[in-house]
């Protein structure tokens, strides 16, 4: 928090990127700050779908059209689909760059969800919710997250991966759908 007020007007040209030309979404008239450098995601085992609302953070972008049910039974409509690279450090303390696939985009969502039940579908990641709370790999490799404050839910602390144009075939579709190193 950089001790702004939530919402503050945003500048049109600040609107324009290439995934929300590509999909022709409405600008909104105020965005929420947020820290570029830092991501909570939230290890959600009743999620259905990973779901991030962001939509600048996700790489090969496809529109998609999903109303899903959030807390409360509140709708929430998914307008678009890709992949959210990040970073994110293992358990034997060195930085990994992973690809999580199969991301929804919720405008309408404060939060970034990951869904237990879609890593294990999608990718074969195992979410252990014990003494050592991790995400392991099916390469043995673990990622911990911790029990946040406040509401106890469980938090995973990554880096978004933002790529230049350039570099955009680094995240190619080609690659496995699921989280996965990169």
């Known amino acids: 928090n950089l001790g702004l007020p939530d919402d503050v007007p945003v500048p049109d040209h600040l609107h324009r990127s290439p995934a929300r030309a590509l999909l022709g979404t409405a600008r909104p008239s105020k965005v929420r700050l947020r820290d570029?450098?830092?991501?909570?995601?939230?290890?959600?085992?009743?999620?259905?779908?990973?779901?991030?609302?962001?939509?600048?953070?996700?790489?090969?972008?496809?529109?998609?059209?999903?109303?899903?049910?959030?807390?409360?039974?509140?709708?929430?409509?998914?307008?678009?689909?890709?992949?959210?690279?990040?970073?994110?450090k293992a358990s034997d303390g060195k930085e990994r760059d992973l690809i999580l696939r199969n991301v929804r985009y919720a405008s309408s969502f404060t939060d970034t969800l990951i869904s237990v039940g879609q890593l294990w579908q999608d990718s074969a990641v195992d979410a252990v919710f014990k003494d050592e709370c991790c995400l392991v790999l099916p390469c043995g490799l673990k990622f911990p997250f911790s029990k946040g404050k406040g509401a106890g839910l469980y938090m995973w602390k990554?880096?978004?991966?933002?790529?230049?144009?350039?570099?955009?075939?680094?995240?190619?579709?080609d690659a496995p759908p699921r989280l996965s190193l990169i």
Do not use: E, Y
Request: glycine share 6%; net charge positive.
């Open 36 to 88: 570029l450098n830092q991501l909570s995601l939230i290890i959600d085992s009743g999620a259905s779908f990973h779901i991030h609302p962001h939509l600048d953070d996700l790489v090969n972008v496809k529109a998609c059209s999903t109303r899903i049910l959030g807390v409360g039974q509140s709708s929430h409509q998914c307008t678009a689909i890709g992949d959210l690279p990040i970073r994110a």
């Open 158 to 173: 990554v880096t978004p991966i933002r790529p230049k144009r350039d570099h955009i075939s680094r995240f190619a579709r």
